[in-house]
Every structure is written in structure tokens, then in C-alpha cells.
């Protein structure tokens, strides 16, 4: 069996930072990315049901040796269509 690795989830926004202390055991980095995903349209979807929602917020993913992977933005975690 593959060791889990911790992964670090912290969220960044306009006027805030919010630092993962914790983190988390994952598989691998697709699982990391696909729980960043998850993590950013929950938060999108609260953002929505108070009426606003900032698509700059992002999630970036740290390893353990807290060295940054990669970062999911909230415009990136979607498809959106609009109006033309």
C-alpha cells in the first residue's frame, strides 16, 4: 500500500488568508486537486445562498514540507455560462 501525504488546503481571498494548521492524508496530488475542487465550489456555494460570490478566492495546496503544488481558483473551479 501507498503512504498517504499530508496535504495543506488553505484559502485566499481579497481580504483574507485562511491557513490549513491541520491538514490532511490524501493518495496523491489528483486526489488533492479534486478535494481542492470540492472545497472551493462548497465555499462558492455558501457565497451564493448570502447573495455574492468573489471568483478571485482560490485554494492553494501545499505538500507536507508545506513547498506549494498548485492553487485552484474559484473561476477555474466551474463552467460558467452566460448571456451574450
Do not use: Q, W
Not at 489528483?30 to 482560490?58: K, P, Q, S, Y
Not at 508545506?66 to 463552467?79: C, G, I, K, P, Q
Request: hydrophobic share 50%; glycine share 4%; proline share 2%.
Amino acid at each position: 500500500m501507498i503512504p498517504a501525504m499530508r496535504y495543506f488546503m488553505h484559502f485566499g481571498g481579497e481580504s483574507e488568508f485562511v491557513a490549513d494548521e491541520e491538514g490532511r492524508e490524501l493518495p496523491n496530488d489528483v486526489i488533492a486537486r479534486n478535494e481542492a475542487v470540492a472545497a472551493a465550489r462548497d465555499l462558492m456555494a455558501a457565497d451564493v445562498r448570502e447573495g455574492h460570490l468573489d471568483l478571485t478566492c482560490f485554494i492553494a495546496v501545499e505538500n507536507e514540507a508545506h513547498d506549494l503544488l498548485f492553487s485552484v481558483t474559484f473561476e477555474n473551479a466551474l463552467t460558467m455560462k452566460v448571456r451574450a
